[in-house]
């Protein structure tokens, strides 16, 4: 009989890390309203390698901070139409990459999208929260806190 994992304790907000894409650290709402998980990205532009389709992107990871950018290559998953919380439909590459949070390490579809006005830069939609339980009356369960000299 296989034991159970262990549950990841989260709140509404927490911090991530997706190495595949080289961000060490992004702030993250958790949303069990969005099925798909999203990136705030820019400047996408779609090729061919070796007979499949690629995306070449910029991602600006940390809040307040577009002149920190990280240049990524991914294959395209896919291209999926996404409605957004205002009803806004548009056309979307998603990708698939590497997140670790808290114990969790696991591989998610996150969506390519602009997310500048938005005050995080990466929502975590229902798809990539398997074992995990949501508190929305709490925030950052996952990270150590910060030790006091």
């Known amino acids: 009989m296989s034991e ?10 927490e911090y991530a ?12 709402k958790i949303d069990t309203g969005a099925k798909t998980s ?13 007979g ?3 995306v070449r992107f910029v991602l600006a990871p940390y809040q307040d901070d577009d002149d920190t950018t990280i240049e990524c290559e991914c294959p395209v998953k896919d291209q999926r139409t ?6 806004h439909k548009s056309e979307r590459i998603v990708i698939e990459t590497q997140m670790i949070m808290g114990h969790i390490e696991r591989k998610i579809e ?14 975590l939609g229902r798809q990539a929260m398997k074992n995990m339980a949501v ?6 369960l996952t990270t150590q806190p910060k030790r006091r000299k």
């Open 38 to 50: 999203a990136i705030h990205s820019s400047k996408h532009k779609v090729f061919s390698r070796d």
């Open 135 to 140: 508190h929305p009356d709490r925030s950052h």
């Open 52 to 54: 499949q389709q690629w």
């Open 82 to 87: 996404v409605t957004s919380s205002n009803g």
């Open 17 to 28: 890390v997706l190495p595949e894409l080289g961000v060490d650290r992004i702030h993250v």
């Open 4 to 13: 159970k994992k262990k549950e990841l304790q989260v709140g509404w907000k």
């Open 110 to 123: 996150v969506t390519l999208v602009c997310r500048r006005k938005m005050k995080f830069r990466m929502l």
